[in-house]
């Protein structure tokens, strides 16, 4: 079985970077868990929308099984948790949209 791709979003990007450097090292081995196997960590509302946890911060991430690709949209706390994932499902189609935008691209 091929692996997937795993892409991220200008928001998770800038959110990444202001994590700790040891944070970032944490997320560096989840992206390359995914690669591998897009289910890892809890499975939210949805089976395409999970997360992970970060120690006290969690990694919010879409996948797409048709394209074989995982996409990494947000990084929140516990306290922040249920407006980030409302605010990410409100962007789904944006983020589809996203996805196949970066297909076109390679």
Request: proline share 1%.
């Amino acid at each position: 079985m091929d692996g997937y791709k795993v892409y991220t979003t200008e928001n998770f990007d800038r959110q990444l970077a202001k994590l700790t450097k040891e944070e970032q090292k944490r997320v560096h081995k989840i992206y390359l868990q995914l690669k591998a196997n897009p289910y890892i960590g809890d499975q939210l509302r949805y089976k395409f929308l999970r997360e992970k946890r970060l120690k006290e911060k969690r990694i919010y991430y879409l996948t797409y099984d048709d394209l074989k690709i995982v996409l990494l949209v947000a990084v929140s706390t516990k306290k922040t948790q249920k407006e980030t994932i409302d605010r990410i499902i409100y962007y789904l189609n944006e983020y589809r949209e996203y996805v196949k935008e970066l297909l076109s691209e390679d």
